[in-house]
């Protein structure tokens, strides 16, 4: 399969709720659910479906469905933000900061 890169360098396809949806795991889908649960952010088993924040399709996860940075990502056509001209950005900064990888990869892709 070929590697799904989300507009802030996560890659998908290593996503376990991609995985999970992908897999139709349905016992998966409830521990994620459980593991992203937080006292300000409810998630059920049926928000654990995901083919990849850049596809077309409606299986995408609820948070990735309100996030700025995929919302950008759209507005402007690209396949992920390493194809933004305005790249780096300040909206990167707390994903970058977080997933220190997914900048490894999106400056590999930019070709800085």
Request: charged share 25%.
């Amino acid at each position: 399969m070929e590697r799904i890169i989300a507009y802030c360098g996560l890659v998908c396809n290593e996503c376990p709720i991609f995985i999970a949806t992908l897999e139709n795991n349905q016992q998966k889908k409830v521990e994620l659910a459980n593991q992203y649960t937080s006292e300000v952010y409810e998630v059920t088993q049926e928000d654990i479906n995901c083919t990849g924040c850049t596809s077309k399709g409606s299986d995408i996860f609820k948070f990735c469905l309100e996030c700025e940075i995929r919302l950008c990502g759209l507005e402007r056509e690209i396949p992920n933000c390493a194809y933004c001209s305005k790249y780096p950005c300040n909206k990167l900064d707390k994903p970058f900061e977080n997933s220190p990888q997914n900048k490894i990869l999106l400056d590999e892709i930019k070709g800085a």
